[in-house]
């Protein structure tokens, strides 16, 4: 299983950026597809997930309202539309596969190879 993740780059406080990821072979209706971010000196942390069979998604509260998970199941793609972006979302982001509703990147088996974000204010 390969994660293809793309759509990332330089963006102005309060503008909107999509990211994609693609993966290679199926996408069994058990997994849980996810976003992570990892600013500069700090730890990889959780900004959303989705369950590939029900589309059911969760958010972490500091991107909640502005940031949306979806997938398309004939294109194997996730993705992460920003909206209304802020310096603080600077980072780079990960798409992660795993079969676990979970938060935690160890929950999760594989991994893109990341995208940067960056955010001006």
């Known amino acids: 299983v390969q994660l293809q993740a793309s759509g990332g780059g330089l963006v102005q406080a309060g503008g909107s950026l999509r990211l994609s990821c693609a993966a290679s072979?199926?996408?069994?209706?058990?997994?849980?597809m996810a976003w992570f971010r990892q600013a500069p000196r700090k730890e990889r942390e959780f900004v959303a997930l989705?369950?590939?069979?029900?589309?059911?998604?969760l958010y972490a509260e500091s991107v909640k309202d502005r940031f949306t998970i979806s997938k398309d199941s004939a294109k194997n793609t996730v993705y992460l539309q920003m909206n209304s972006l802020k310096s603080e979302d600077t980072a780079v982001y990960f798409c992660a596969r795993g079969t676990q509703w979970a938060e935690l990147p160890g929950a999760y088996n594989y991994w893109g190879q990341g995208t940067q974000v960056t955010v001006s204010s």
């Open positions: 072979g199926r996408i069994y209706s058990s997994a849980v």
């Open positions: 989705i369950r590939w069979s029900t589309g059911r998604s």
